[in-house]
C-alpha cells in the first residue's frame, strides 16, 4: 500500500466513521438517558432522507434550507414519537421489553409507510459539494470531506450541549437519576423528549449528508442502525463519548479491512471485533468496568 492509498484508506475510514459515529451517539444518548434501546433510531435517517430530497428536488429549496428544514422536521417527529408512544408505555410496571417490541413494531410502520407514500423505488440525489480535492497524489471528493467536516461540527455542537450548558446538566441528571432529578425540579419527561430530539437530529445530519452518496429508500437505515448498536456496545452502553470514539474506530477498522481483503468481509470483521470486545471488555473500549 503507497503512502497516499494509506491517507485515502484512512479519511475513507474516518468518514464512514463518522456516519456511525452520529447515529451510535444518538443511541447511546437515548439510552444513557432513558434506559430505551429505540429500534427506530435507523427510520429517523430514513425519514430526514426523504424530506431533504423532497425539498431540495421537488421543491426546489437552496440545499441548506432543505437540510435545516429535514432535520427540525426530524427532531419534531421524534419529539411527537416519544411524548405519545414511548412516554406513556414508560410510565407502566415492567416497561423494559415492551418498549423493545413497540419500537420495533414502530420501525416496521415507517418502513412500511414510507413504500405507501414514496415507493420501493432507489431514488436519488444530487451531491451538495461537486468536484474533487487533490493534495498531491492524494485525491477526496468535497461531498466525502464535507461528512466528515458535518458530523464533526454537529457532534462538538452536541458535546457542547451536554457539557457545557443547562440542558445538558439536566441530561446528565436525568440519567443518574430520574426521580432525584424531578424532586430537585427538573422535568425529566421533557428532558426525556429533548433527547429524543437530538439524537433524532443527529442521526439526520447523518443521513442528509449521506444521501448524495446512497440510495435514498425505506429500508436505509436498517444495516446503518446495526452498526450503531455495535457502536453503542463497543463504546460503553450509554456513553456518549465512547459511542463516537467506537464509531470512527470501526469506521477506520472497516476501511483497512476492506482495501486489505474485499468489500463481502466488512461485515464479518465489523461484527467479529464486536464479538471479540464483548468477549474481552463486556463492558466497552471506552468505559470503566463500574460504568
Not at 468518514?15 to 433510531?41: K, M, P
Not at 421524534?78 to 413494531?105: E, S, Y
Not at 452536541?158 to 436525568?174: E, F, K, N, P, V
Not at 452502553?237 to 463481502?264: H, P, Q
Request: hydrophobic share 60%.
Amino acid at each position: 500500500m503507497t503512502g497516499a492509498m494509506l491517507i485515502e484508506t484512512l479519511l475513507n475510514g474516518l468518514i464512514t466513521g463518522s456516519i456511525y459515529a452520529l447515529v451510535g451517539s444518538g443511541i447511546a444518548l437515548i439510552y444513557g438517558t432513558t434506559r430505551v434501546l429505540n429500534f427506530a433510531h435507523g427510520e429517523a435517517m430514513m425519514i430526514a432522507a426523504y424530506l431533504v430530497l423532497i425539498g431540495s428536488t421537488a421543491l426546489g429549496l437552496p440545499p441548506v434550507v432543505a437540510a435545516l428544514g429535514a432535520i427540525v422536521l426530524t427532531m419534531a417527529a421524534a419529539a411527537l414519537m416519544q411524548r405519545v408512544i414511548i412516554a406513556p408505555i414508560m410510565g407502566r410496571d415492567d416497561w423494559a421489553f415492551r418498549i423493545i417490541a413497540v419500537t420495533i413494531g414502530l420501525s416496521i410502520f415507517l418502513q412500511s409507510a414510507a413504500q405507501l407514500i414514496w415507493g420501493e423505488s432507489f431514488q436519488g440525489m444530487p451531491y451538495f459539494f461537486e468536484g474533487v480535492l487533490v493534495i498531491g497524489p492524494v485525491r477526496m471528493p468535497w461531498q466525502r470531506i464535507a461528512i466528515l467536516v458535518v458530523a464533526g461540527l454537529a457532534l462538538g455542537l452536541s458535546a457542547w450541549l451536554l457539557y457545557r450548558t443547562r440542558l445538558g446538566q439536566m441530561i446528565r441528571a436525568t440519567a443518574q437519576d430520574a426521580e432525584a432529578a424531578q424532586a430537585f425540579g427538573i422535568p425529566a419527561g421533557r428532558v426525556h423528549t429533548m433527547v429524543f430530539a437530538m439524537s433524532a437530529g443527529l442521526a439526520a445530519v447523518g443521513a442528509i449528508m449521506l444521501a448524495p452518496l446512497m440510495s435514498v429508500n425505506p429500508w436505509m437505515g436498517v444495516p446503518y442502525l446495526l452498526k450503531a448498536f455495535a457502536v453503542v456496545i463497543l463504546g460503553g452502553l450509554g456513553s456518549f463519548g465512547g459511542a463516537v470514539l467506537a464509531g470512527l474506530l470501526l469506521g477506520v477498522v472497516e476501511s483497512f479491512a476492506v482495501a486489505f481483503t474485499a468489500s463481502e468481509w466488512r461485515d464479518v470483521i465489523s461484527f467479529g471485533l464486536l464479538i471479540a470486545v464483548i468477549w474481552v471488555r463486556p463492558y466497552g473500549l471506552f468505559r470503566g468496568r463500574e460504568g
